[in-house]
């Protein structure tokens, strides 16, 4: 393998020759034209790029990019994905999931991956449905969606992927939207970057099974006041006038308007990445009232998982000087016949 | 008459009237000359401090062949360590040994019932032995609960040590025990020799500063003192164990080391017991260097070979469950090899992990028993149609569902073959003994990274549990790892392209420049990989996925027939029946009887050669410990007429009842 570093792709270069099935206006056409920027610009070899699904229409991923792929079985990707990043540290490791995927079924390893905290980054698909089977309710679908198998409205409160995630101890946590590729590509950027389990949840819309999910936050027209783009550092501001934002008044958030009732740019909160109950107060806002907070909630330091087992394997190499089987067989009460 | 030393006074008394009690029940030597063998005895011990001895003792030493003992006790008690101790340093003596660990799946049962039983079961012999045993030589029972459920094991006229401090009116009369069994004959068909076991252990650590309460966890050592005295055992090796293992401990070591003198001098001074056992080293030993191993440490050891003979990573995905967590435990320790070793959030992420370390190019393997086997089939199936070298191991128990956690069976092998959705055939091995788990593990990870195939190792909790003598093998004389890495050119690569020798698909992984491609659960092309619905397709993928595994028999040696090769009858086994069915078929050959025996390795496929071996026998005899599973297979497959003879108790078979089985067997009934 060259050590030089490696040629400049483009796009091009991270596409099969399997053209993608998704429907006509499935968003995941977006979302995979982002994701396939970022790879080219990776500073990583293209075979040490891995991208790992489970199953689900998002999941379907790997075959139409040219990197190395693992179609994998339901919710359990994060587990194959833990493997070959411990067997290989040089890869660069990316899950593709989606609602029903990582927080259905896989809400196990879900949560176990985030705890775990080696350096892999997940893209979860989430159109609030179950696409692939048809449409049923999924974990983050409303409360009262009226499905397939539920005909008369799914009776359960939706799941929080993010703060579900910040609760499992997320050393990065994003949220982007598939109408937004400048916005994605520069999230997918940042979580590939940063050493340790990176989420990023992705709005995504399914034309078939249910259509504007999210279009009440991310269409022309209401993106604006619907949400926000975060920057750690700056104050979290939105609006189509840039004059509303964030306010904390006791233990609560509200929106305020910079100009009215005294408000001030100063009053604004200003986004703390690092804060695990900023991050956390902001992946729990109820919407529609607020806007949905977009690009990266926290990001905190990390070590990631495979290099604490490196650590130890460089150890005890180290003091038992590297290994013997027939050493290790002879060792303890033995006797010669 | 009576003259003992001072101190000793209170022992002699007591001795004098347990002495008394021998002598009116056995009446063998006269009082008086038995007294002057205790003083002299007593002298020479008082002064020891060293390693215990018993010169001087006039009592006589029986040589006989074999020996099988029991160590009863609650779970907790410390008696599997007692056991283990005893079976190690006679191992090291250089008897055969076979051991069968028997207790609860509790960590502590209720003190003192008969659901927290702690048994540990082992046989010496003089020449080479197959089993732990049938009946019990020697019981040693620490209360009566575990009198009670041991009571059916020991054999008329065995030794019976029964720690007379538990065996309170009370107690006995609660476990539907006589008042005092230990004394009113209730057991007059065993030799009892009651021996305050508790009451020894407290007087030995006294000094040490134990209260009478605390000097309880102790006695396991007095135990084993008493029984190593009874077996003529050098006992060195338990004093530095002890020192080694309490390191950081030093009142323990000391402890102990009273515990057990006490226990060891005891035998000694008071002559409680008729006679004391030798069983010789066995003589025709292969020459080599031996160690005492488990199968779970073989199974560890044999997977680390593999590691290293192959210059592969290897990677475990573990999760902790009876009785595979010993694999996880022992692999973790050796992080000096190039392993990675998780503990994973359950058994499908464990497995999960697994297979994909070996997409990323290293070996991957996984261990649980029969209900994590369950769990883990989705994902064993995808290793299946990706073609990936893995290793499972069930270190099987008995089912279904929870089950009997730590009781041994062997009634996975349909789960294994047949338990995932679609035609999916995998490789099944099974190992026989605890050391040849060692091999049976280098081989199932040589054939998962030659053929690109899961391979399943079957081992049991017999196995896993019990220990003998092992032979270290030399592994630089083990068959060396074929690995098909891609010899495609770069850039067109067809990860469905077969090997012609093996039919097993080359190996890229990430990381190799020019191999890029996808892999994953959908059925595909048989060259390209690409997902494929195609009918004509899908038919070629699964007859070339049965014939890879079918093409694997070419590993498989002629098949062997022990016993008398011309009988009439056959009795086949495969996994842990190995020793009793092997006992068995030499007992009745030598007894004048004819017939033949063969042990199974490989389960799936099986020896090209079995189906015309089992079609020269009049009768085949399948013996297992699940309903007939392995009978079940070899009729389908060969469409012959197999005989099963199954036990499922959680117990492995014992040679009488096999013995009479096959002989029933011969003479044409049931």
Redesign the interface.
């Known amino acids: 393998m060259s050590e030089v570093s490696p040629k400049k792709r483009s796009r091009k270069d991270m596409i099969s020759n399997s053209d993608p099935r998704w429907c006509p206006g499935c968003g995941d056409y977006s979302v995979f034209k982002s994701f396939t920027n970022t790879l080219a610009s990776l500073e990583k070899k293209h075979e040490d790029i891995l991208i790992i699904s489970g199953i689900g229409c998002s999941s379907r991923l790997p075959y139409y990019a040219s990197t190395y792929g693992f179609h994998t079985v339901h919710g359990r990707a994060p587990s194959f994905a833990v493997g070959a990043k411990m067997s290989n540290p040089e890869l660069s490791v990316w899950v593709v999931t989606g609602d029903g995927d990582a927080l259905s079924i896989g809400g196990n390893h879900f949560m176990h991956l985030v705890r775990r905290n080696a350096d892999i980054n997940v893209l979860l698909f989430n159109n609030n449905i179950y696409g692939l089977t048809k449409g049923q309710a999924s974990p983050t679908s409303a409360k009262g969606t009226v499905t397939k198998s539920s005909p008369y409205g799914s009776l359960e409160a939706p799941v929080n992927p993010l703060a579900l995630a910040h609760a499992a101890g997320a050393t990065f946590t994003s949220r982007v939207t598939d109408t937004n590729g400048k916005l994605m590509k520069a999230v997918f950027d940042e979580a590939a970057a940063h050493k340790g389990t990176s989420i990023i949840e992705i709005l995504v819309n399914c034309p078939i099974f249910h259509d504007g999910v999210h279009h009440w936050m991310n269409q022309r027209g209401v993106k604006d006041e619907k949400s926000s783009i975060l920057e750690h550092g700056k104050p979290i501001i939105f609006g189509a006038e840039k004059k509303k934002g964030l306010r904390l008044n006791g233990f609560k958030i509200e929106e305020v308007v910079i100009g009215e009732n005294g408000v001030t740019e100063d009053d604004i909160i200003v986004h703390d990445e690092t804060s695990a109950e900023l991050s956390s107060m902001l992946a729990n806002l109820k919407h529609p009232e607020f806007p949905v907070p977009l690009g990266v909630l926290r990001r905190t330091e990390s070590i990631p998982y495979e290099q604490y087992a490196m650590d130890i394997e460089k150890d005890q190499v180290k003091k038992k000087g590297g290994h013997s089987i027939s050493d290790l067989l002879t060792s303890g009460d033995t006797w010669q016949i | 008459m009576l003259d003992c030393g001072g101190g000793a006074l209170k022992g002699c008394v007591i001795d004098y009237f347990l002495l008394k009690y021998w002598y009116d029940r056995h009446k063998f030597a006269t009082l008086q000359s038995y007294f002057i063998g205790v003083h002299s005895i007593m002298d020479e011990n008082l002064n020891n401090s060293g390693s215990a001895s018993s010169s001087g003792s006039q009592i006589p030493s029986k040589e006989i062949p074999t020996i099988t003992i029991r160590f009863a006790g609650d779970s907790g008690d410390g008696m599997q360590l007692a056991g283990d101790r005893f079976a190690?340093l006679s191992?090291?003596f250089?008897n055969d040994v076979l051991t069968f660990s028997d207790f609860p799946a509790e960590i502590r049962a209720p003190a003192g019932t008969v659901a927290g039983v702690s048994g540990y079961q082992l046989r010496l012999g003089e020449s080479e032995i197959h089993t732990p045993g049938d009946q019990v030589d020697v019981l040693v029972v620490m209360n009566p609960a575990c009198l009670k459920a041991n009571l059916d094991k020991i054999r008329a006229g065995g030794l019976l040590i029964a720690n007379s401090d538990a065996f309170t009116e009370k107690v006995c009369l609660k476990l539907g025990l006589s008042e005092s069994p230990l004394t009113d004959g209730s057991l007059d068909r065993f030799q009892v020799v009651p021996v305050s076991i508790d009451d020894l252990t407290a007087r030995a650590v006294e000094e040490l500063g134990f209260t009478k309460g605390q000097s309880l966890k102790f006695r396991n050592f007095c135990a084993l003192g008493l029984i190593c005295w009874l077996l003529s055992r050098p006992t060195d090796?338990v004093f530095s164990w002890i020192e080694k293992k309490f390191a950081k401990k030093p009142e323990i070591i000391d402890a102990n080391k009273k515990a057990f003198q006490a226990g060891f001098n005891y035998g000694d001074i008071t002559d409680s017991f008729v006679e004391t056992f030798a069983v010789k080293p066995v003589e025709k030993?292969?020459?080599?260097?031996?160690?005492?191993i488990n199968g779970s440490k073989a199974l560890a050891?044999g997977l680390?070979?593999a590691c290293?003979?192959s210059n592969l990573?290897l990677?475990m995905?573990g999760y902790p469950i009876t009785p595979a967590s010993d694999i996880l435990h022992e692999l973790s320790h050796?992080?000096?090899?190039?392993i990675?070793v998780?503990q994973?959030?359950?058994e499908?992420?464990?497995?999960?992990?697994?297979?994909?370390?070996?997409?990323?190019?290293?070996l991957?393997v996984t261990a649980t028993s029969g209900p994590g086997l369950a769990l883990k089939q989705?994902?064993l199936n995808?290793a299946v149609i990706?073609e990936l070298p893995l290793v499972v191991i069930n270190v099987q128990r008995g089912g279904p569902s929870t089950g009997l956690p730590t009781k041994t069976e062997q009634s996975d092998l349909l789960q294994t073959m047949y338990g995932r959705n679609g035609d999916s055939p995998v490789v099944v091995l099974a190992a026989r003994s605890a050391g040849e788990c060692f091999e049976v593990a280098y081989e199932a990870c040589r054939i998962a990274v030659k053929y690109m195939t899961p391979v399943v190792v079957l081992s049991d909790g017999s196995i896993a549990n019990g220990s003998e003598p092992w032979?270290?093998?030399?592994?630089?004389s083990y068959e060396d790892f074929d690995i098909p890495l891609p010899t495609q050119a770069r850039g067109e690569f067809l990860p469905y392209k077969r090997r012609e020798a093996t039919g097993a698909r080359e190996w890229a992984?990430?990381?190799?420049?020019?191999?890029?491609?996808?892999?994953?659960?959908?059925e595909k092309d048989d060259l390209t990989g690409?997902?494929s619905y195609d009918p004509a397709n899908h038919q070629k993928m699964t007859d070339q996925r049965h014939k890879k595994i079918e093409t694997v028999s070419q590993e498989i040696s002629k098949t062997e027939i022990y016993g008398n090769e011309k009988a009439d009858i056959l009795v086949l086994g495969w996994g842990s029946t190995y020793g009793a069915i092997k006992e068995s078929v030499d007992g009745l050959n030598r007894d004048g009887h004819s017939v033949a025996g063969c042990h199974l390795r490989f389960i799936n496929p099986l020896p090209a050669d079995l189906s015309s071996v089992l079609s020269n026998y009049k009768k085949v005899l399948v013996p297992e410990n699940n309903c007939g599973q392995l009978a079940m297979i070899l009729r389908s497959k060969f469409g012959l007429h197999i005989e099963s003879f199954s036990k499922v108790q959680g117990l492995p078979f014992q040679v009488e009842e096999l013995k009479n089985k096959i002989r029933s067997k011969m003479e044409g009934k049931s």
């Open positions: 190690n191992a090291v250089g090796t030993r292969e020459k080599g260097t031996y160690r005492y050891y680390l070979a290293e003979k990573r990677f995905g050796h992080r000096n090899f190039p990675s998780l994973a959030e359950d499908i992420a464990a497995i999960g992990a697994a297979i994909g370390a070996s997409y990323a190019g290293s991957g989705e994902a995808l990706t032979k270290i093998p030399d592994v630089s992984s990430p990381g190799m420049e020019g191999f890029q491609h996808r892999i994953g659960g959908l690409e997902v």
